[in-house]
């Protein structure tokens, strides 16, 4: 089993900035692909960013594209999310996951590991 543990979530204004962390402990061998993942109110889960499990690859979903960094340290055991100049609709509980492999992967079901996710609200 792997336990992920997010921080950096809060309330801000539009327009700044957060930086999610995510790090990763117990059978880290097991740490493959990750990504972020969210879930605003009354809606479904979706992808927000992912990263290969060396870091040379990324994507975005469509909206975030040019705000929103994806990057893991060497060790591979942590994952973060830099966004900036956030708006409203990116309010939202953000999830990191790790993938079942190495590559990137946008769907939830090619998640294998979950954490609880951190909120986070943007205000007008």
């Known amino acids: 089993q792997v336990q992920l543990v997010e921080s950096g979530g809060g309330l801000v204004q539009a327009g700044d900035s957060l930086r999610l962390s995510c790090g990763a402990s117990?059978?880290?061998?097991?740490?493959?692909?990750m990504g972020w993942f969210r879930q605003g109110p009354g809606k479904d889960r979706e992808f927000v960013a992912a990263i290969n499990w060396s870091g040379t690859d990324t994507d975005y979903r469509e909206s975030v594209k040019g705000r929103f960094t994806i990057s893991r340290e060497p060790d591979k055991h942590t994952v973060y999310l830099q966004m900036n100049n956030l708006r409203p609709d990116d309010t939202a509980i953000y999830y990191c996951?790790?993938?079942?492999?190495?590559?990137?992967?946008?769907?939830?079901?090619?998640?294998?590991?979950w954490g609880q996710g951190t909120q986070v609200t943007v205000s007008s």
């Open positions: 117990g059978r880290t061998s097991e740490v493959a692909g």
């Open positions: 996951a790790i993938a079942r492999y190495l590559g990137v992967r946008i769907r939830p079901e090619e998640y294998l590991y």
